[in-house]
């Protein structure tokens, strides 16, 4: 039985350890700026680094949820595999919502080992949104995290109709697929 969810385990304890490094930034942020809970709102500095970490904590039970189904129902390792893409997702984008907006956003591989995409100069189509707190090199992790959650869903979909359909149809939709 265990052969059959270690990955999946090893992934929910990464993603579990990548939660507390978020909540950790959020109490060095607190100490840094002076400001004590339950005050979320401070200098644009902590803002970010707070809503960053609430963000990633509201999708967290999403991702274990279809990180099981997709593992037990279609396939371990594959459900593992996306759950690292989308743990590493996860960390460059709050490395990159962190970041004031001003800083350099070039075409690199920063300290943190996450892609960003080219600066976006004034007068660019989207420099409003840059100006708004969401620049490319935050939307792009955040756009791939939620692609791979619907690859999970799909997955965890998939999986279950074929357990549901061999179990109480009798139809084994990988037999006939094969014949």
């Known amino acids: 039985m265990l052969e059959q969810i270690h990955l999946l385990a090893a992934v929910t304890v990464l993603g579990v350890l990548e939660q507390a490094y978020f909540f950790l930034q959020v109490i060095h942020a607190r100490r840094r700026f002076g400001i004590s809970p339950p005050n979320i709102s401070g200098p644009p500095e902590f803002e970010r680094i707070f809503r960053a970490q609430v963000n990633s904590s509201e999708y967290f039970p999403i991702f274990v949820a279809l990180l099981w189904q997709a593992g037990l129902f279609f396939h371990q390792g594959l459900a593992a595999a996306l759950g690292l893409l989308y743990l590493y997702s996860r960390y460059c984008y709050f490395m990159g919502y962190r970041a004031s907006s001003s800083d350099s956003l070039g075409m690199s591989y920063g300290s943190q080992g996450c892609l960003s995409e080219p600066s976006v100069a004034e007068g660019h189509p989207h420099s409003s949104t840059v100006m708004l707190g969401l620049s490319p090199s935050r939307l792009t992790p955040i756009y791939f995290s939620t692609?791979?959650?619907?690859?999970?869903?799909?997955?965890?979909?998939?999986?279950?109709?074929?357990?549901?359909?061999?179990?109480?149809?009798?139809?084994?939709?990988?037999r006939l697929l094969a014949a």
Do not use: E, I
Request: neutral net charge; charged residues 0%.
């Open 147 to 174: 692609g791979v959650l619907w690859v999970l869903v799909a997955a965890a979909t998939l999986g279950l109709l074929h357990f549901f359909l061999s179990h109480y149809v009798g139809l084994n939709v990988l």
